[in-house]
């Protein structure tokens, strides 16, 4: 499979992303997945300044990501795999996406959440999810960058 690494960042691509994560994971493609980037026509130009020079960029809906990943469509590179939240990594993983793994980077605090980690607030459907998906095999991890603990995100959830 060509997905080196796939994270959850509401943020989508910013400067960790854009440098750390990318350069430490020698990705050669970002995939944005998520239904409301790909409509919206200003967060696609952002997306598009905000990626490293040389880094190609997908920005797809989840059903078309999806698609072209199940038909191979990546094989030949090496992709970071990028959604916005949860729901869109477990639709992905629910869909036939062989993931194994994933981690958690940012959720900013919102109505029904609750942080666990500095960079990390989670709502209650967050943590149902999390927990049906380790219950599946997925691991997940709470880390910001790559030389942070990649510890299980459930050992933050009390």
């Given at each position: 499979?060509s997905?080196?690494?796939?994270?959850?960042?509401?943020?989508?691509?910013?400067?960790q992303?854009?440098?750390?994560?990318?350069?430490?994971?020698g990705a050669?493609?970002?995939?944005?997945?998520?239904?409301?980037?790909?409509?919206?026509?200003?967060q696609?130009?952002?997306?598009?300044?905000?990626?490293?020079?040389?880094?190609?960029?997908?920005?797809?809906?989840?059903?078309?990501?999806?698609?072209?990943?199940?038909?191979?469509?990546?094989?030949?590179?090496?992709?970071f795999?990028?959604?916005?939240?949860?729901?869109?990594?477990?639709?992905?993983?629910?869909?036939?996406?062989?993931?194994?793994?994933?981690?958690?980077?940012?959720?900013?605090?919102?109505?029904?959440?609750?942080?666990?980690?500095?960079?990390?607030?989670?709502?209650?459907?967050?943590?149902?999810?999390?927990?049906?998906?380790?219950?599946?095999?997925?691991?997940?991890?709470?880390?910001?960058?790559?030389?942070?603990?990649?510890?299980?995100?459930?050992?933050?959830?009390?």
């Amino acid at each position: 499979m060509s997905i080196i690494h796939a994270r959850v960042d509401e943020r989508l691509i910013h400067g960790q992303v854009a440098t750390v994560w990318t350069n430490s994971l020698g990705a050669q493609r970002i995939m944005v997945v998520n239904d409301f980037a790909v409509k919206d026509q200003m967060q696609i130009g952002a997306l598009k300044m905000a990626k490293p020079a040389g880094i190609k960029l997908s920005i797809l809906s989840k059903r078309k990501a999806v698609e072209k990943i199940l038909a191979n469509h990546y094989e030949d590179e090496k992709v970071f795999l990028i959604t916005k939240d949860i729901t869109d990594m477990a639709y992905l993983i629910d869909n036939g996406i062989p993931l194994k793994s994933f981690n958690v980077g940012n959720m900013s605090q919102k109505e029904g959440s609750k942080a666990i980690k500095k960079s990390v607030s989670v709502t209650d459907d967050d943590i149902t999810t999390i927990k049906r998906l380790i219950d599946q095999g997925i691991e997940i991890t709470a880390q910001m960058i790559p030389s942070e603990s990649n510890e299980s995100i459930l050992s933050f959830i009390k």
